[in-house]
């Protein structure tokens, strides 16, 4: 858009620092898109404001602007170092608790995570989606019901976790069999799932970036608990995005993302059953958990 010098949007007053945000604010055109127009005047007053409060020298923003050229050239198809750096100052989480109003009852999300992979294969239930054998077996139950406990038949349950050692298998091509501890469940009539997979173990976020650098100089660990990653949907229902926590994580408490919700520590626990372990084709004894996802419809979220 050309904007004629003599015209009203081209006018204001000069810039001053008692009155920068709004001498910005103004050269907004009036056409502009209504919604942006609301974001960029608090994104511009809010950002004002900092400055103004923190006051850097010209040596400390020089550093600032550096620290976000690196952040972008270090991204890639793989690896969104600015998505890092939302999910570690407790961004990603908020506005996904903007996002995720529910009703009590219904189940918690949290952040999804930068190693989800679309169309991971299907399964029926029981299959095993370790593919390497790899790691301390591990027997996954579950439902998924609506608010009033009924069962919903047919819901999908995308699941993704790292292994033994805290890596996912995009993490370790070549290492790890592609898809290795990623599948996808549907539930049967009673809203029933179940499936084999292995202990989840913590990891680091990538922290040879950037993030982690000043994760470094923010005396901040990177480590994210021990968790298996969902994304439960169902026609008539909204989709959620979730976790499940091990309940005797040493960083349950320190997340570096945020992530933890005191709903989503679920009871893993040891079964010493010889006869359902050689069933299951696990050692004995194995771990297991049951997790139960409650969903709500598109009315319930507005309502909530």
């Not at 292994?163 to 995009?170: I, L």
């Not at 959620?240 to 893993?268: E, M, R, W």
């Amino acid at each position: 858009m050309t904007i004629d010098p003599r015209s009203h949007e081209a006018e204001s007053a000069y810039f001053s620092e008692d009155d920068s945000a709004e001498v910005v604010i103004a050269r907004i055109a009036s056409d502009t898109d209504p919604r942006l127009r609301e974001i960029m005047d608090a994104a511009i007053r809010h950002l004002h404001a900092f400055v103004k409060e923190v006051e850097p020298t010209q040596g400390e923003w020089g550093r600032a602007i550096t620290f976000l050229t690196e952040t972008g050239q270090i991204s890639n198809d793989w690896r969104q170092e600015y998505i890092l750096l939302s999910d570690i100052l407790g961004v990603s989480m908020l506005v996904d608790a903007i996002n995720n109003r529910k009703p009590s009852g219904a189940t918690e999300t949290t952040v999804l995570g930068p190693f989800h992979v679309a169309d991971a294969p299907r399964y029926d239930s029981g299959a095993n989606i370790c593919l390497d054998g790899k790691g301390e077996p591990l027997l996954v139950t579950g439902r998924v019901t609506d608010t009033e406990g009924q069962p919903i038949a047919g819901a999908l349950l995308d699941v993704w976790q790292a292994n033994e050692d805290g890596f996912y298998d995009v993490q370790q091509k070549g290492v790890q069999p592609e898809m290795n501890l990623r599948g996808i469940f549907t539930t049967d009539a009673d809203g029933r799932y179940w499936f084999k997979s292995v202990r989840p173990k913590y990891y680091p976020i990538p922290d040879d970036g950037p993030v982690g650098k000043l994760l470094g100089q923010m005396g901040r660990h990177p480590y994210r608990p021990a968790h298996i990653h969902f994304i439960v949907g169902a026609a008539g229902f909204e989709p959620i995005t979730t976790h499940i926590f091990t309940p005797d994580c040493p960083y349950l408490n320190s997340d570096a993302v945020f992530g933890v919700k005191q709903d989503l520590i679920a009871d893993f626990h040891a079964v010493d059953d010889p006869a359902r372990a050689s069933q299951l084709g696990f050692s004995n004894p194995f771990e297991a958990v049951t997790c139960d996802f409650v969903l709500v419809t598109p009315q319930q979220k507005l309502d909530a």
